[in-house]
């Protein structure tokens, strides 16, 4: 079973920073996505992968296969990127994903 | 526009009462899933289905049920045997390609007095 671990667990920044977000597992994916959650609690899909690098407006996200790690970057952070963002890997097929704990992210102006 | 509805957002049950939380889709996805929110811990799957008349447990499955006789529905009931049922429930929906993105329900927030 994937083990899926996310740091930081919270992050509090000034608005303009640069802002990063870690995540890593221990078992081979065929894909990984990173997920915002705000506090009414739907869950967005903001990215999924599965090598590389992708690039949303300000965010980016990236993977490392080899190391099993990827991280999602936000430049110029603002206020209402505050949110829970979430790591989450798929095995192949459909049974579902693992997810990581979060990161509770709170951008002050 | 295609998505997923949950019903309903907010749901407040009597100890020891059934709940059966809605879950509709109209994506013509295959598969469906439900998950349960704890605060602190990561999203864990209860339940999934592939296939229409078909499911299989997840990793905390032991007092819910599902059923899936529509390709578009996955109601989940929460019965009086879960010990701990007050938490958050979402619903999620992909197709069942390998690397397949996934869809996911604004969720339903339980509370059990």
């Known amino acids: 079973k994937n083990e899926v671990e996310q740091s930081p667990q919270n992050l509090t920044a000034q608005e303009g920073e640069f802002i990063t977000i870690n995540c890593s597992y221990s078992?081979?994916?065929?894909?990984l996505h990173w997920l915002q959650q705000h506090p009414g609690g739907g869950i967005v899909s903001l990215f999924m992968?599965?090598?590389g690098k992708k690039k949303h407006g300000r965010l980016i996200a990236t993977i490392n296969i080899q190391e099993k790690h990827s991280s999602l970057h936000i430049t110029a952070s603002h206020p209402r990127d505050s949110a829970v963002y979430i790591c989450?890997?798929?095995?192949?097929?459909?049974?579902?994903?693992?997810f990581g704990k979060g990161t509770h992210l709170i951008i002050q102006p | 526009d295609g998505g997923i509805t949950q019903s309903p957002k907010y749901l407040f049950r009597k100890e020891g009462q059934n709940v059966t939380l809605s879950c509709e889709q109209n994506?013509?996805?295959?598969?469906m899933y439900w998950y349960r929110q704890d605060p602190g811990q990561g999203l864990r799957l209860i339940y999934y289905?592939?296939?229409?008349?078909?499911?299989q447990k997840g990793d905390i499955a032991e007092g819910y049920s599902v059923s899936r006789e529509k390709k578009e529905s996955f109601p989940l009931t929460v019965t009086s045997a879960q010990k701990n049922p007050t938490a958050f429930y979402l619903c999620?929906?992909?197709?069942?390609?390998?690397?397949?993105?996934?869809?996911f329900g604004s969720g339903t927030r339980l509370t059990v007095v």
């Open positions: 992968l599965s090598s």
């Open positions: 289905s592939q296939i229409v008349n078909d499911f």
């Open positions: 999620a929906s992909s197709t069942t390609r390998e690397g397949s993105g996934y869809t």
């Open positions: 989450a890997v798929s095995g192949g097929g459909a049974d579902g994903l693992t």
């Open positions: 078992v081979g994916i065929s894909a």
């Open positions: 994506l013509n996805h295959d598969a």
